[in-house]
């Protein structure tokens, strides 16, 4: 025969431990090794059953002054723990101190969370909420749009009305659980609760399941809704679309769907909040000579735009209020980019202009390097 361990070894305390520290060990290891939560673990039941024996004296005032004096041996003269049968679920003392209303603890740990019936009556809930993920244009996300969107989604059947039952059959109460939706069985001295397998939890069955959904009481269905982007929308933005998720249990309402956004990059338009980005190519001459430019924007206007006398490659020139839509009518502004051309090639009429302009102008051989904070960004 196996030699038992010292009982304040089992419950990891010390030996001047007090029933607060006792109770508190016991649980943890209770909960850890309770049958239920390792089905099939040998180990882990025997773990158990040594941790509850130990409990057992260890909170007992006599049994643990005789444990403390005789030892293991000591208890054998009372009948070990429990009495002469081994141990004894009637005979558990401080049980409700541990764990208060124990069986709500270990539903929760152990899959129960089985629902209480009334009358044989079952509850609605409401469907599930839905995701649509949507692509849409840049220009659509700054100007807004509308979209149609199709997509499949449970709806309340039609014949039963979302009940589940044939022909106004309803339902009736489960024989399995009488109503409450949940069964309890014994494991040791625990009364363990658990989902009704009949009615899974409902606390009713379905006596005629309605032949179009087979007694789910929904059925799946393509559905288009227009869906309206606001102007100025972002990438990831959800929009949310109340009671077009799917139907709720029971003939119960319906979810919410939401729509994300996801926005295509634009070849020549960048966004930053609410103001637009572009880069627009000049010739040397018009960078030099000031002139006046046509620029397309991003929603086919064609604006005027007037480039400075001088201006040098990377300058950014603000057209304002032609950016993207915000509040109150608003809208954020238009950045452009100058971007100075270097023709490749020239004709010897023109390279002879240019020739002469260095020498008017005086252009430097020996340049110094620039300062880092004088370079366009």
């Known amino acids: 025969m196996a030699t038992k361990r010292d009982y304040y ?54 049994k643990r002054q005789v444990y403390d004096q005789y030892g293991h041996a000591g208890l054998e003269g009372m009948g070990g723990p429990g009495g002469p049968g081994g141990f004894d679920p009637g005979a558990f003392q401080g049980f409700e101190d541990i764990f208060g ?152 309402p319906y979810g919410d769907l939401f729509v994300f956004i996801r926005v295509k990059p634009h070849t020549a338009f960048e966004r930053s909040g609410a103001d637009l980005y572009c880069a627009i190519p000049v010739s040397m001459t018009q960078a030099a000579l000031g002139s006046e430019i046509t620029v397309t924007a991003l929603d086919g206007k064609h604006l005027k735009l007037k480039i400075p006398a001088g201006t040098q490659n990377g300058k950014l020139l603000r057209i304002r209020s032609e950016g993207v839509p915000v509040a109150n009518g608003r809208k954020g502004d238009l950045y452009i980019k100058i971007m100075v051309q270097i023709p490749e090639k020239l004709s010897s009429k023109a390279k002879s202009l240019l020739e002469e302009v260095s020498r008017l102008e005086g252009e430097n051989s020996s340049p110094e390097p620039m300062a880092l904070s004088e370079i366009p960004s």
Do not use: W
Request: with cysteine; aromatic share 6%.
């Open 9 to 62: 070894e089992v419950l990891g305390v010390q030996k001047g431990a007090n029933k607060d520290e006792i109770k508190k060990a016991y649980r943890k290891l209770a909960i850890q090794y309770h049958p239920d939560r390792n089905p099939g673990d040998q180990e882990a039941e025997n773990k158990f059953k040594e941790a509850t024996e130990a409990y057992e004296v260890l909170v007992d005032d006599q």
């Open 101 to 252: 209303d124990f069986s709500g603890i270990f539903e929760n740990l152990f899959g129960g969370g089985g629902r209480q019936r009334s009358g044989g009556r079952s509850t609605t809930n409401q469907g599930a909420s839905l995701r649509y993920d949507l692509q849409i244009s840049f220009k659509d996300a700054v100007y807004g749009t509308k979209a149609e969107i199709q997509y499949s989604r449970n709806e309340t059947c039609s014949a039963c009305k979302g009940s589940g039952a044939s022909g106004g059959s309803g339902r009736k109460m489960c024989p399995t659980c009488q109503g409450a939706g949940q069964v309890r069985r014994s494991s040791g001295f625990f009364s363990i609760a658990s989902p009704c397998p009949s009615c899974h939890g409902e606390g009713t069955i379905i006596e005629n399941p309605c032949r179009e959904c087979s007694g789910s009481g929904v059925q799946k269905k393509r559905q288009k809704i227009l869906v309206t982007i606001p102007p100025g929308v972002e990438d990831g933005k959800r929009i949310n679309i109340p009671r077009q998720g799917d139907a709720g249990q029971n003939g119960g």
